[in-house]
């Protein structure tokens, strides 16, 4: 491969996933944009050449080697398992950090109380195969149906019950569904096609790439704080820091002070600067942190 043909395909979510995919990507320091007319991303990096294309195909496209690499839920490499190289889990969705849940619902009033009792049922799902897959664990044979959207709502008329997929739950308890059993959980991932792994530029690219949205995640929700603090009052200061590691002192010019450097979660500034101050600290300034790498 010659220096001007080194381009990396790679497939981002369109979708429900695309927004925050690529503002992660633009964190990360790579400016993706996009136009409603176009299914080609702008990026501001020659190597990169980027397509939408929905969540549930991507991993088939990139085991066949269409695309080199694309970002989509381990619920859809499970689905269609697609052969494929995972590069590394990105813990992010579009309402919360936590994984999404597929899960096996009924209506509220469904005699319905265990997996057992599916047995020759109708269920639609969107998941066809890991549906399928889940009851063959419990030893149930049910019809199951493909749907194509608005599965909360089919229940009890058109099925006995539906897996679907939830983060908060909220649109289950809104359609008077409740869960009988989780089938799966699920997190974003970033694969690869299992040659273009092996390939030493493809693959140094996608670990770079991996390492700068990885630090991005793991700076989410934290900050910086600087402080300088009078050597015989340092020890209660380190009391007070939940540090991500142990802070940084470093010497000042006056002998009798230090500075004090650490990373913390934001949500407890509120309450540790207040005692940060009663025990000593001045010149205490907190300050925005959008990477960290281990």
């Known amino acids: 491969m010659t220096e001007s043909d080194r381009v990396l395909k790679l497939g981002i979510p369109a979708g429900s996933l695309q927004e925050a995919t690529g503002e992660l990507f633009r964190k990360a320091g790579y400016n993706i944009t996009f136009s409603s007319r176009s299914y080609y991303p702008q990026v501001d990096d020659p190597e990169i050449e980027c397509l939408l294309i929905r969540a549930q195909e991507m991993a088939r496209y990139v085991e066949q080697g269409i695309l080199d690499a694309g970002i989509t ?3 859809w490499v499970r689905e269609t398992n697609a052969k494929v190289f995972e590069i590394c889990e990105l813990q992010f969705s579009k309402v919360s950090r936590r994984p999404v849940r597929w899960v096996l619902c009924v209506p509220n009033d469904s005699p319905v109380q265990s997996v057992k009792d599916l047995e020759g049922k109708r269920i639609a799902t969107e ?3 890991l549906t399928r897959s889940f009851l063959a664990q419990h030893g149930v044979q049910a019809e199951i149906e493909f749907s194509w959207g608005a599965t909360e709502v089919k229940p009890p008329k ?5 897996v679907e997929v939830t983060e908060t739950g909220s649109s289950l308890r809104a359609n008077n569904l409740r869960i009988v059993a989780e089938v799966l959980q699920s997190t974003t991932r ?3 096609n299992p040659q273009a792994a092996q390939d030493a530029w493809k693959r140094q690219k996608l670990d770079n790439i991996a390492l ?3 630090s991005c995640l793991a700076a989410e929700g934290k900050v910086g704080l600087l402080m300088n603090v009078r050597r015989d009052h340092l020890p209660h200061i380190l009391q007070q820091l939940p540090a991500l590691k142990n802070p940084t002192v470093s010497s000042l010019s006056d002998p009798e002070w230090v500075a004090v450097n650490t990373i913390l979660d934001e949500s407890v500034v509120r309450t540790i ?7 000593g600290a001045t010149g205490i300034v907190e ?4 990477k960290i790498i281990d």
Do not use: H, Q, T, W
């Not at 058109?158 to 539906?162: H, R």
């Not at 300050?287 to 959008?290: E, L």
């Open 73 to 75: 839920g381990y619920d």
């Open 127 to 129: 998941v066809v195969g």
């Open 158 to 162: 058109l099925a006995d019950a539906i």
């Open 190 to 192: 970033f694969i690869a």
């Open 212 to 214: 700068m949205l990885k």
């Open 273 to 279: 600067i207040p005692r940060l101050k009663e025990n």
């Open 287 to 290: 300050y925005p942190i959008s």
